[in-house]
């Protein structure tokens, strides 16, 4: 089935810091989506990207959609301590149902 | 901001029980979902529901896992016969019908299997 790595796993960075994660799959996805997830939460949309190539920011988010559609990065700046969480990249696979399949998470810690 | 909620948050139950863990999806949703996540673990796809039917499963939505929206708002997941490792965030989503339309997430159920 399809599957999303994602890089790093876990990243542990002092307040103030930029930080750069990245999801990549074997498979062409129509849409990407990344999400937060604190403990004992669910997922929460952060961006979604629609078009291959797009580069989307929110606040100090950004994230860009793979001109292959097979991947997709995500920006931090200026991390603070509330960043902390599991981001977790989702491809969206068409067709009639439009599931979710999500990466593997990268662990976010920060320092402050 | 409407959003989908979930009951009960969590719950405990012995295993060989049914469990029934029962979700309100966002009103104007038509497509509705359960996911599961195990602790520490990537979100799963377990189920999608459209139109009063099952439009998709995965290979984990076995014959112990049903679904039902048993009236207008409800979207129900129940377990039967609970195992050990069925012990996990169970996660209730909808979305719009226009292709393309982000999926929005509950809060989850927490389900221990003991």
């Known amino acids: 089935g399809q599957q999303l790595n994602q890089s790093p796993q876990s990243m542990f960075i002092q307040e103030g810091e930029d930080v750069s994660m990245n999801c990549t799959s074997s498979s062409i996805f129509n849409t990407w989506l990344w999400y937060k997830q604190d403990p004992g939460e669910g997922p929460v949309l952060l961006i979604a990207?629609?078009?291959?190539?797009e580069l989307t920011s929110n606040g100090r988010l950004t994230a860009q959609f793979g001109i292959t559609r097979k991947d997709s990065f995500l920006n931090i700046s200026a991390s603070i301590p509330s960043d902390v969480g599991i981001y977790f990249c989702?491809?969206?696979?068409?067709?009639?149902?439009?599931?979710?399949?999500f990466g593997t998470g990268t662990l976010l810690a920060v320092q402050p | 901001e409407p959003e989908v909620t979930q009951t009960p948050s969590h719950q405990v139950t012995q295993m060989g029980q049914e469990v029934i863990l029962r979700c309100v999806p966002i009103s104007n949703h038509l497509y509705f979902y359960w996911y599961r996540q195990i602790l520490g673990q990537k979100v799963e796809f377990l189920v999608s529901f459209y139109n009063n039917e099952i439009s998709e499963k995965s290979e984990i939505f076995d014959d112990q896992f049903s679904v039902e929206r048993p009236d207008g708002s409800n979207f129900t997941l129940k377990i039967r016969s609970t195992k050990l490792e069925d012990s996990a965030m169970y996660f209730c989503a909808s979305r719009t019908a226009h292709s393309g339309n982000t999926i929005y997430f509950g809060e989850g159920s927490w389900l221990t299997v003991v």
């Open positions: 989702a491809g969206l696979y068409g067709g009639a149902t439009n599931k979710l399949i």
């Open positions: 990207l629609y078009k291959a190539g």
